[in-house]
């Protein structure tokens, strides 16, 4: 493990980029479909509201992980897309999803 | 990734084990040490108060992470010994350090 205690321990960092209710089942569509617009988003999470969704499609912009693109013209559509920085995160998801289930499991 | 939201998301149960302030760095001293009596921790993490050092200490007793050993005789001693669920922590605590360290130095 690297050297001591970092003003902002890394780990912090990525506990708040993903913390939250619901965010890291958000971050999974995007790491499925690499982009989607906010009703492909709400029609696949049926149980956030759109306050829910709004907050954490802010989170997940303000960390980077996503990048929000608007295409001129009308209605003017805007579309959420997946940043390498967010690609990124898979590994993480990924073996926090493999630690759960196992939890889960020993559980029973 | 898996199949669809499941009862209990395995995500959600990792961030509940990792959540609260400080409980990686509790951790984290763990997977150094593979044990720990409560003044060794105190020790080695003088940011934290008894309060918090114990509360991430129940917390972790509690998510199955580390088991709580107490030596018989006077005085009783107590240490706190990694489990093998938790050493499996170290795969999503390492991704989580290394994502948050790239996100840290894009910062500057």
Redo the contacts between chains.
Sequence with gaps: ??PD??P????????A???G?WT??VL?EF??RGQATYSELSAALP?LSDKVLSDRLAQLTG??VIERHRTPGWPPRVRYVLTG?GR??E???R??????????D?LG
């Excluded at 902002?8 to 506990?15: A, E, K, S």
């Excluded at 073996?95 to 889960?104: F, I, N, V």
Aim: glycine residues 8%; positive net charge.
């Design positions: 493990m690297p205690h970092e902002r321990c890394p780990v912090d960092i990525t506990l980029t993903l913390g209710r890291p089942l999974r790491l499925r149980a960390a980077g920085q990124a995160l590994p993480v998801v073996s926090m999803w493999e630690w759960g289930t196992a939890r889960r020993a």
